[in-house]
């Protein structure tokens, strides 16, 4: 059987058949009518309904308006990413984020041989082009490939005083920043020559938090008010344990997924629609909207207005208070929405409305097929030629949503599929349920229809078509670590930390691991144990102290501790973290238990048998959405996590005892009384066999 290509495989591949033929070369421009001027406008976090041509209660976009009623709205129009990067390099390339490698905000730019933007093909076949503003790739403001002018800044920028980089050259600009930025816009129409067209990248850091409006505009609409969104009360009793988890509405503490005795629900805060950042939030679309006129009004004097194809469109959705979420990312409508228009009097039809679902990835293609240049093969958008003629019989029926864990690791890796009327989310690094929606019954996605027995046919078909759309884009073909559907178990790695107290003498406790990372013992005695063997005994007063290296720390996905104890009393065997992340080996009640603290909040995987005064090996297996504890190798209590942070703890880890930053407040009650004879510590989950045979 043939083995998949890597993605940079498979690029070459279409290199070699001459999709790549337009780079580094002039060719003659295309014959027949007028080449169009292009002009892409992209605000950032722009929700879709955010424009006053929708409907809005307060926010009033007129020139934004004009673009609608000149032309069309893409009344569904949707990101493959919900995240500022992959989605940019999405509208650029034309390509999923997989294929075109940004998966990460500020990460790394695009393969601008492999996958290159629209830019890259206009600027040899006779464009002037020009890029400015919010690039947030790579996190430098350095010029990039296939711009003639160049003005940007680093990473997010500022609203007031940025500093900005111009054709190479850093400067520190007096102002703000979308006024800045429409005056650049407007001094590179002002210089294009008329005989030659220009495809202009205007790129806003508006509306980007923290919601900054310009001063003339800080004290609009005094009374307005946010109405609460039909979904902000959404109870996530039929969602995933994950989202369950992160956003607070089981318990402080579980207990082998039930909530422990101390937990307390955490109610549903009121609505509060005058909040001043939501209201500044839509109030910065106000000087976007104004520099969008004086473009508009320069374009219609210079006389090339009707001849300039103009997009206009948001980066990604937002959530203000939906599902009682903020930001984006996850593939919920308002994240995955975007607005979308376009004017081009010579094909889109004046004042219509497009229903088929357009794609950040169609700008590309689009772009060059209205110049006239040819689409490479690479790029996995299509064209709206056809839908702006009115011809929508062969288009797309569904799209494929990814997203990969960025600076937000409660979220975890995201896949799914949506069609015209449905929606299926999959999340393949976690044992969790899916997700599925009948958009159509139910727009506002509140039921989870995924374990409905009247929708199993349709949950069927949806997941073969995910399927089909993985491989038909690709997806898997790269060089990053993917993992099937569902979810796996590392069973690969090593031990980091192996204290035998056999080997001990005196304060010092040798490591046995590769590590060597030794622990001092402090007010513990070596005694005989188990078979005359030497262990270490606690009195409740003593521990061992463990330093924290780099080979401890809990950003691995997997990890598992061992201990070979006889306890006297509740209290700790072991304990790493605090606060957001941490694990503890414990008993409560007499039981054998395994906790693990992750945004702020307890898990606790418990044995339902005691077990103080005989001689155990406990094992915690802590896993991507699990924590399992093991007693003498028979699996003896489970609790799923959420996804769990990746910043890992400041604190050293103590056996006996947790010193720091409780990991679990009932845990923390207690040091240990009684004997310990072994203590081993593993980056990777331990096999079956393994916790059998108690290796």
Not at 109 to 132: E, I, N, V
Not at 234 to 253: H, I, L, Q
């Amino acid at each position: 059987m043939s083995m998949p290509l890597t993605r940079r495989e498979a690029l070459r591949g279409l290199a070699a058949t001459g999709f790549a033929w337009t780079l580094g070369r002039t060719f003659a421009a295309p014959a027949g009518p007028e080449r169009p001027n292009l002009l892409f406008i992209l605000t950032d976090d722009q929700r879709w309904d955010a424009l006053g041509c929708l409907g809005h209660p307060f926010l009033k976009t007129p020139n934004l308006d004009r673009i609608r009623t000149d032309g069309a709205l893409f009344a569904n129009a949707f990101v493959t990413t919900s995240l500022c990067s992959p989605s940019r390099a999405s509208f650029l390339t034309g390509c999923y984020a997989h294929t075109h490698g940004v998966m990460q905000n500020e990460k790394r730019d695009f393969d601008f041989q492999g996958t290159p933007s629209f830019a890259q093909l206009l600027q040899p076949a006779g464009y002037r082009t020009g890029f400015l503003g919010k690039w947030h790739m790579a996190g430098t403001s350095e010029p990039r490939p296939g711009f003639d002018y160049w003005l940007s800044f680093r990473g997010q920028g500022v609203y007031t005083d940025p500093v900005l980089n111009e054709n190479g050259k850093e400067y520190k600009a007096t102002g703000y920043m979308t006024d800045l930025l429409n005056e650049k816009a407007l001094a590179f129409l002002e210089s294009a020559p008329a005989d030659q067209p220009f495809c202009l990248y205007l790129s806003h850091k508006a509306v980007h938090q923290p919601f900054t409006p310009a001063p003339r505009h800080a004290e609009l609409w005094p009374k307005a008010e946010l109405p609460e969104p039909p979904n902000y009360r959404d109870t996530f009793e039929d969602k995933p344990e994950w989202m369950r988890n992160a956003y607070g509405v089981t318990s402080e503490r579980v207990v082998n997924d039930r909530p422990g005795t101390n937990a307390e629900a955490r109610p549903i805060p009121p609505w509060d629609g005058k909040r001043k950042p939501a209201l500044d939030y839509y109030r910065a679309i106000e000087a976007v909207d104004e520099g969008v006129g004086q473009i508009l009004a320069l374009l219609e004097k210079q006389g090339r207005l009707d001849n300039t194809v103009i997009v206009f469109a948001g980066d990604n959705g937002y959530f203000w208070g939906e599902h009682r979420r903020g930001d984006k990312r996850l593939m919920f409508e308002e994240a995955l929405r975007i607005p979308l228009l376009i004017r081009y009097p010579k094909l889109v039809k004046r004042g219509s409305t497009i229903e088929r679902m357009a794609l950040n990835i169609d700008l590309a293609p689009t772009f060059l097929d209205l110049a006239g240049v040819p689409v490479p093969s690479h790029m996995q958008g299509r064209s709206w030629r056809p839908l702006l003629a009115g011809d929508s019989a062969d288009w797309r029926r569904s799209f494929l949503y990814e997203y990969w864990v960025d600076l937000t690791p409660t979220i975890p890796r995201i896949l799914g599929v949506r069609t015209e009327n449905w929606k299926l989310v999959r999340y393949p690094d976690l044992r969790d349920i899916d997700e599925l929606y009948d958009l159509r019954q139910d727009p506002h996605e509140l039921h989870n229809l995924v374990k409905d027995p009247a929708s199993a046919e349709i949950y069927g078909r949806l997941k073969a078509e995910l399927d089909r759309l993985l491989k038909e884009t690709g997806y898997g073909a790269g060089n990053w670590t993917l993992f099937p559907l569902g979810g796996e178990t590392k069973t690969d790695g090593k031990v980091v930390l192996d204290y035998d107290f056999a080997k001990a003498g005196g304060e010092q406790v040798p490591d046995d691991s590769a590590t060597g990372n030794p622990g001092r013992i402090v007010k513990g005695k070596l005694v005989a144990g188990r078979d005359g063997r030497q262990a270490l005994q606690l009195d409740g007063n003593g521990c061992v102290e463990v330093e924290a290296q780099p080979a401890l720390k809990l950003t691995d996905r997997f990890w598992t501790c061992e201990a070979w104890v006889k306890a006297d009393a509740d209290g700790v065997v072991l304990a790493r973290g605090g606060h957001n992340l941490g694990l503890v080996l414990f008993f409560e009640d007499g039981k054998p238990s395994f906790g693990i603290r992750n945004q702020g909040r307890s898990f606790v995987a418990q044995a339902d048998q005691a077990a103080l005064g005989e001689w155990v090996h406990l094992v915690g297996v802590f896993e991507r959405n699990a924590a399992r504890l093991y007693v003498n190798g028979s699996e003896a209590g489970k609790v799923t996590l959420p996804f769990r942070n990746l910043s890992d703890p400041k604190e050293g880890m103590q056996i006996g005892a947790d010193l720091m930053t409780p990991v679990d407040p009932v845990a923390k009650e207690g040091r240990f009384r009684g004997l310990i004879e072994r203590v081993r510590l593993h980056n990777h989950a331990l096999t079956a066999m393994e916790l059998a045979e108690g290796k």
